[in-house]
Nanobody
Framework: EVQLQASGGGLVQAGGSLRLSCAASGFTFDDYAIGWFRQAPGKEREGVSCISSSYGSTYYADSVKGRFTISSDNAKNTVYLQMNSLKPEDTAVYYC???????????????????WGQGTQVTVSS
């Protein structure tokens, strides 16, 4: 059974930090990039950051560059998203997903994802 278990969300003040974790199982971890996506109320789901666990290539949305860092622990099949300098506009439900990985190249977009985990709420207060 494919599972992507996201955790680490919560309520934080603007300027604060959170670390999200995504534990993957039930599929070949090395065959996929793992991505973080978010969806705010009334908005479309968007790609935040993705990482190829095999090749180390990463993607960051412009809105999070310099503030968020994605990393992968291949031994644990877990991907982390360290979120610093959080802003109220980062408030959303955050999902992790397995993204098709073409030798380190991937489309960090919901349409490029095969498997999805449940979301974790991130709320940033002003």
């Amino acid at each position: 059974e494919v599972q992507l278990q996201a955790s680490g969300g919560g309520l934080v003040q603007a300027g604060g930090s959170l670390r999200l974790s995504c534990a993957a199982s039930g599929f070949t971890f090395d065959d996929y990039a793992i991505g973080w996506f978010r969806q705010a109320p009334g908005k479309e789901r968007e790609g935040v950051s993705c990482i190829s666990s095999s090749y180390g290539s990463t993607y960051y949305a412009d809105s999070v560059k310099g503030r968020f860092t994605i990393s992968s622990d291949n031994a644990k099949n877990t991907v982390y998203l360290q979120m610093n300098s959080l802003k109220p506009e980062d408030t959303a439900v955050y999902y992790c997903a397995a993204v098709v990985d073409y030798s380190g190249t991937f489309y960090c977009h919901p349409l490029g994802s095969d498997y999805w985990g449940q979301g974790t709420q991130v709320t940033v207060s002003s």
